[in-house]
């Protein structure tokens, strides 16, 4: 399959534990965000997004946590699966009235049987 | 379900060619995008279009040109194709607020320029 980074941190966890990926954003303004999930070869799928009215939010097996006042997003994925292996990234709407979306670099999930 | 299409999965073009990468999305969405991504440098947009006849140039639109004639498709065209082109191309296309927009992705064209 193709890489979507060659530098990309790595989170690796055992099937069946909880994953947890941390994203810093950049703005402070930014009120939108959004967690995509890259597998090789393919390209972002949306698993979640939040607006900064919330703390969290709850999907099928995933949570995001929005955390302001540091400026940071995590995404929790429970009961970690094989399909779950892939690259990770967050993106903010930077606050403005752009159609813009602010991309993170991205972290690799690997997930062991 | 959203669905945005893009015409090739892998394509390979020699230096100086006209190349061009079509998508298509079927969700009546006003907004359209197209990005390269690139190893260590992540998604940077290239160009994107608000309206059909509409086109705003992103953060790195030099050596390429789109077109969008039908709310439907947006064309991204490498005018004379170059090595450094060589990059995978993703488009997307969102609903058409400000802001608070998700961003739909196709499956990404490789496009290897030789």
């Known amino acids: ?113 | 379900d959203v669905k945005v299409t893009q015409s090739s999965r892998y394509l390979v073009k020699r230096t100086g060619e006209k190349v061009f990468l079509e998508c298509v999305q079927d969700m009546d969405h006003e907004n359209m995008f197209w990005y390269r991504q690139d190893p260590g440098l992540g998604l940077r947009l290239i160009y994107f279009s608000y309206d059909v006849k509409m086109k705003e140039k992103g953060d790195i639109p030099e050596g390429y040109s789109v077109s969008r004639e039908k709310k439907e498709r947006f064309s991204l065209i490498l005018e004379s194709a170059s090595t450094n082109q060589t990059s995978m191309y993703l488009c997307a296309s969102s609903l058409g607020g400000r802001g608070t927009d998700t961003q739909y992705f196709g499956p990404g064209t490789r496009l290897t320029v030789l």
């Open chain 1, 1 to 113: 399959g193709e890489s979507v980074g060659l530098h990309l941190p790595t989170l690796s966890v055992q099937e069946g534990d909880n994953s947890i990926i941390n994203c810093a954003y950049s703005n402070s303004a930014s009120d939108y965000f959004i967690w995509y999930k890259q597998e090789s070869g393919k390209g972002p799928q949306f698993i979640i997004d939040i607006r900064s009215n919330m703390d969290k939010r709850q999907g099928q097996r995933v949570t995001v946590l929005l955390n302001k006042t540091v400026k940071h997003l995590s995404l929790q994925i429970a009961a970690t699966q094989p399909g779950d292996s892939a690259v990770y990234f967050c993106a903010e709407n930077n606050g403005d009235s752009s159609y813009k979306l602010i991309f993170g670099s991205g972290t690799r999930l690997l997930v062991r049987p």
